[in-house]
């Protein structure tokens, strides 16, 4: 049962299931490609694709204060627990609990 063996399996690049799957199709037709993960790489990443060639860029914008503590408060916590002092001390200065 193809269904049942999909279920079981966790970390692939491309799984190909069914009796008319093939990874000829996988390569040229159906849309994942030949360029699949290697070296257990597969339990965090899948296939090569258009997205590997995309630069994902993040922002941020907190103009209000009062509503970003939790954050503040929660950043001065985990700086300091990864030993990164400077970083807890960036966040101090934006604490409104001094």
């Not at 030949?34 to 103009?63: A, C, E, Q």
């Not at 204060?65 to 970083?87: C, F, N, T, W, Y």
């Amino acid at each position: 049962d193809a269904d049942e063996v999909a279920r079981k399996c966790a970390n692939y690049g491309g799984l190909f299931v069914g009796e008319g799957a093939a990874e000829v199709l996988g390569d040229y037709g159906a849309g994942p490609n030949h360029t699949l993960p290697t070296g257990g790489t597969g339990k965090y990443t899948g296939g090569l694709s258009v997205f590997n060639f995309l630069r994902i860029r993040t922002w941020m914008r907190v103009d209000d204060r009062e509503k970003s503590q939790g954050m503040v408060d929660d950043s001065i916590v985990m700086a300091r627990l990864e030993g990164l002092e400077g970083h807890a001390r960036a966040a101090e200065k934006r604490s409104l609990a001094k």
